[in-house]
């Protein structure tokens, strides 16, 4: 059995992105820079988005800028369209992510353009980032349920993780944005999409509001999905899901998977200690279980 698990560290771009208050620049490149230093392979590092959108990721040119980048690590942003991909090629990633979603509301909410019109907007980033050779990751948001529609049928996410592949995503994360959905529904869904995009280019993006995230990715795990997105102290949300809590929380995931016999290279000790001091750095408790008990020991 392949026990290696790539964990994508989300919590600078998804974890703050919903954030009210303003995060300093200064705050987010420690917070960065902390995460790679546990271990993390890759820290999706900020959005190229509209700021009148998403104003906590104005400043992602300059996140990008002053970075210490460490050797082996990659820093990922999102680029939802061609203005969004000059700045991060400006900022000299060698990803980025295009981000659509299984429902029409949510991709209309979210991004301005019906399902078809985003994948036609992406058609040209990918095409742009192949000719500079940076690699494009894929989201399908909504993946097992949305905000505005309810319930979403695989068949749904099936068509759009199938498009951004074919595309030429390297990688699909399938996002459950509000965190509605459970081990049996996430099965049934990976299931679905692993007729079409290979098991090897999934990814599970689990968000934790009614407390199933871990069991969600067990049960992607079982089916074989060997990349998970997750964020740091439980950070997040998204602007466009109402009522979406936050991802799940890393050291949570990290905990899972290394007593249960798998591997990810990232250090607990000093990811817990990064989750209470960006917890601290919000004022608020950390989310992640497993460092809200080994503070308290
Ligand atoms: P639009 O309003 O349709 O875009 O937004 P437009 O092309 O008509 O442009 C309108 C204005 O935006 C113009 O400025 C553009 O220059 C500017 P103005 O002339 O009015 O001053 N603009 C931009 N500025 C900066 N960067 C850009 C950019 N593009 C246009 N890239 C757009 C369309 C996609 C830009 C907008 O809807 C947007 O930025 N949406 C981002 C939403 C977002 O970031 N959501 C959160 C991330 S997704 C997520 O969290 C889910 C995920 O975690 C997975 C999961 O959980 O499921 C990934
Ligand atoms: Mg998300």
């Given at each position: ?80 369209n061609m ?15 295009i ?19 985003s994948l036609e907007r992406f058609a040209p980033v990918i095409a742009a980032a192949k ?5 494009v ?26 498009a951004l592949?074919a595309m030429g ?129």
């Amino acid at each position: 059995m392949n026990t290696r698990i790539s964990i994508i560290e989300v919590g600078p771009r998804d974890g703050l992105q919903n954030e009210k208050q303003t995060v300093s620049v200064e705050t987010k490149i420690e917070l960065i820079e902390r995460l790679a230093a546990a271990g993390l392979k890759t820290v999706e590092a900020g959005a190229f988005v509209s700021p009148k959108w998403v104003p906590q990721m104005a400043a992602s040119d300059e996140v990008l800028a002053r970075i210490k980048r460490k050797g082996g690590v990659s820093y990922p942003v999102l680029a939802p369209n061609m203005k969004g991909y000059e700045g991060a090629r400006a900022a000299k990633v060698d990803t980025i992510a295009i981000f659509g979603a299984a429902s029409e509301s949510f991709s209309k909410n979210n991004i301005n353009a019906t399902i078809d019109e985003s994948l036609e907007r992406f058609a040209p980033v990918i095409a742009a980032a192949k000719a500079d050779g940076i690699r494009v990751r894929g989201y399908v948001s909504c993946v097992l349920g949305c905000p505005y529609e309810g319930k979403i049928s695989a068949s749904n996410v099936v068509r759009v993780a199938k498009a951004l592949y074919a595309m030429g995503c390297y990688e699909i994360s399938l996002g459950d944005t509000i965190g509605v959905g459970t081990a049996g529904e996430t099965r049934k869904m990976i299931r679905a999409v692993a007729c079409e995009v290979p098991m090897t280019a999934l990814a599970g993006h689990f968000h934790d509001t009614y407390g199933q995230a871990l069991a969600n990715i067990y049960g992607a795990l079982e089916e074989g999905v060997r990349t998970f997105d997750s964020s740091v102290s439980g950070l997040g949300g998204c602007p466009y899901a109402p009522g979406a809590s936050g991802n799940v929380a890393t050291e949570d995931v990290v905990y899972m998977l290394h007593g249960s016999g798998f591997d990810t290279g990232v250090d607990l000790d000093a990811l817990i200690k990064t989750s209470i001091w960006i917890s601290g750095q919000l004022g608020r408790a950390p989310a992640s279980k497993v460092t809200l008990a080994r503070a308290g020991q």
